[in-house]
């Protein structure tokens, strides 16, 4: 098994990082009386459905799952991935279907145009696939994203997520949301302190997971680690919403 990609941790990259969130933002504004929670899967393996979103649905909730369809069918350390079938169904249950890139690229090693072609690519794979709807958000891969990245992609998706953890109160920047991650162990229990915050502060958290299994990969929780999530949003007394659902919602209050 190939050692997993992570983008680089020079000085210099930290440094982009801590800058990225003050270049290139799309802000919108809002006020919330309830929290919003939108619960996302990156990439992604099958346990996310099986595990993941089969679990929400029972409470009649829907998520977004960010696609990089150049994973179908693939092995990696995040497990079984996806096979086509899942995508059409998935959708057909009312859950988001997004973009990740084809072959799950650092887009800001890669560069724009590249990038650009690998959004196409995956939109046609998924397309190929059975999947009939748009493509309307994105998630950088690795959160990788540089200020030529949001300001070019934002005239292509409503929203770009990355992998910055927080809540957004009051605004968020649709060109690089925030998300929180359920990384088995003290990451899950830092999202578990955030979803109960909620009811004190209202705003939208998005949550991200891949693989949930009884061994997870670094990047992944235990299905006991999920559940204890989905009760602590039941009890925060949050909607749960997909991305483009809660976007929708916040526009609406712009008329
Ligand atoms: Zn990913």
Known sequence: MNIPYQPSTSLSAKISRKMLPLLARRNIHFTLDKPIVSFTFDDFPRSAITNGSDILEREGWRATFYVAAGLTGE???HGKHFVSEDIPGLANRGHEIAGH???H?????LGYAET?????????ALAQMGYKGKIEHFAYPFGAANAKLKNGLQNKFRTLRGVTPGVHIGKADLNA??????????MVDNAMQTIKGLSNRPGWLILFAHD???????????PEEFSSAIKAVKQSGAQV???GAALDQLEAQHG
Request: glycine share 4%.
């Open 105 to 109: 690229v650092d887009c800001d090693r």
């Open 212 to 222: 949930i299994r009884q061994t997870p990969s670094q990047w992944g929780c235990t």
């Open 177 to 186: 949301l925030k998300s929180t991650p359920l990384y088995s162990g003290s």
């Open 101 to 103: 890139t084809y072959t």
């Open 116 to 124: 650009l072609a690998e959004i196409k690519r995956n939109k046609e």
């Open 241 to 243: 919403l997909t991305v």
């Open 75 to 77: 092995n990696n350390h």
